[in-house]
């Protein structure tokens, strides 16, 4: 049974293969009117694509139903990100639906794509959440044909003269899934005849108990930023049932929906039991870093650098370092660290970090500043952006950690405060 509400809005991704033709038909023939406009993507793969996209086309203009026809260069995005085509043009398909203009949008999955899909998941080693198939309904995206077999559209399409078209690449098994559908699941039919309808109930059956286990996934107490996530190593020390599927609602929410599979959630899982200053790398340019009491998602791009020669005499007001404004003012203010300018000697300067610092911490006590920063769990990778005061090689300040009890006020001190305001 198809279920269209009539008072959405909705936009169809049509190829012109049978299973969209069809349920382009089933729109625009339902009785209420359905608001609905078609979207056609042309992928860049195929010398008669341009065609396939001018026949939904005119196909559309023959129903009165409004279609618009997008480009996208697959082989050029396959070789920029070192992807395969059937992941580039997924990727890019998906960016051309996400931002359509409708409350749902459509597509023509059917049961046999689903029995093929929960193999190809179950192939590579997916966890639950991949073998539970395809949903009829995630967020936006709605399938209205899935529980209609292959062989039943294509009858649907022959009782109704429905047009389509037959994409060439459907036969070439160096693609994987066409690989499963023309070569694996013929063989596993001669097992069992039944082994679709099989699948496709496995996966039914699989996604009741991982609906329950997504409910205990609860990240609340991960703080995320703009391409980037901290996730304390506590959740992802629970059963495997449940850190597993925290993770994979994180890599949701930052937009990762494919491609990183249980082999990488292996490797995240394995990283809090170390002590920190580890990394993986992850695929489209992800990066886990072990921060100590979190592990830390963030794109390579967002791999922060201070140059090392960075120098300038330490005075009070406002001045331009490299990742913000460095303020040392008499005002209070709030998360700014306190220190007696009376004991900060003349020819101080703001620089970054270097070999040989010293810290005396705040109650005594000297030691190497790296050594220091490792104790307070700061993360290797975020102190080349540290700036320090400090004379000679003697660390007066680490902005925004500390101060040195060479510099601590008291009812005496000519007392200032300082800060990085980004």
């Known amino acids: ?60 203009a ?27 043009a997924r990727l890019l398909r998906y960016k051309v639906l996400d931002e359509l203009d409708c409350d749902r949008v459509c597509l023509a999955h059917n049961a046999d794509d689903n029995a093929e899909t929960v193999l190809m998941h179950i192939i590579r080693g997916s966890g639950a959440n991949g073998a539970t198939g395809i949903r009829r309904s995630n967020g936006k995206y709605y399938r209205p044909l899935l529980d209609m077999s292959r062989a039943e559209i294509e009858r649907y399409a022959h009782v ?6 037959t994409d060439s690449t459907n036969a070439d098994v160096k693609y994987t899934r066409n690989f499963v559908r023309h070569k694996v699941l013929p063989l596993l039919s001669e097992i069992n005849p039944a082994v679709k309808s099989n699948l496709v109930r496995f996966a039914d059956n699989l996604a009741c108990d991982n609906d329950y286990l997504c409910s205990l996934a609860d990240i609340s107490a991960v703080q995320f930023g703009a391409d980037e996530a901290r996730i304390p190593k506590s959740l992802l020390r629970q059963p495997r049932a449940v850190s597993y599927r925290v993770l994979h609602k994180v890599f949701a929410r930052l937009g990762v ?15 809090t039991e170390g002590a920190g200053g580890k990394r993986i790398y992850l695929p489209f340019g992800w990066i886990c870093y072990d921060d100590y009491s979190c592990l830390t998602l963030t794109k390579a791009a967002q791999e922060r650098s201070v140059s090392a020669d960075f120098e300038a005499p330490f005075g009070l007001g406002k001045m331009p370092v490299p990742r913000g404004t460095l303020c040392v003012t008499r005002q209070y203010a709030s998360d700014a660290l306190r ?25 005594g006590g000297t030691k190497p500043l790296r050594r220091y920063l490792t104790d307070r769990k700061i993360p290797a990778r975020m102190r080349s952006e540290l700036l320090v005061v400090c004379d000679g090689s003697d660390v007066l300040v680490i902005v925004g950690v500390e101060i040195s009890d060479r510099v601590k006020t008291d009812p005496n001190s000519d007392t200032a405060y300082i800060y990085l305001d980004k």
Not at 65 to 86: G, H, T
Not at 257 to 271: N, R, V
């Open 1 to 60: 049974m198809i279920t269209i509400d009539p008072k959405l809005k909705y936009a169809l991704a049509v190829s012109g293969g049978v299973d969209s033709m069809v349920m382009l038909h089933i729109f625009a023939n339902f009785v209420p009117h359905i608001d609905f406009f078609v979207a056609t993507i042309n992928h860049g793969l195929r010398n008669q694509a341009a065609d396939d996209c001018r026949f939904v086309a005119d196909y559309c």
């Open 339 to 363: 220190l007696d300018l009376n004991k900060v000697p003349a020819g101080a300067v703001v620089r970054t970090m270097r070999a040989g610092d010293m810290f005396t911490k705040f109650g």
């Open 257 to 271: 929906h494919y491609d990183i599979e249980q082999t990488h959630f292996d490797a995240i899982a394995a990283m």
């Open 160 to 165: 109704n003269n429905v047009p389509y078209v």
């Open 62 to 88: 023959k129903l009165g139903v409004r279609c618009d026809i997008y480009n996208v260069d697959v082989p050029a995005y396959a070789a920029q990100y070192k992807l395969s085509d059937e992941t580039a």
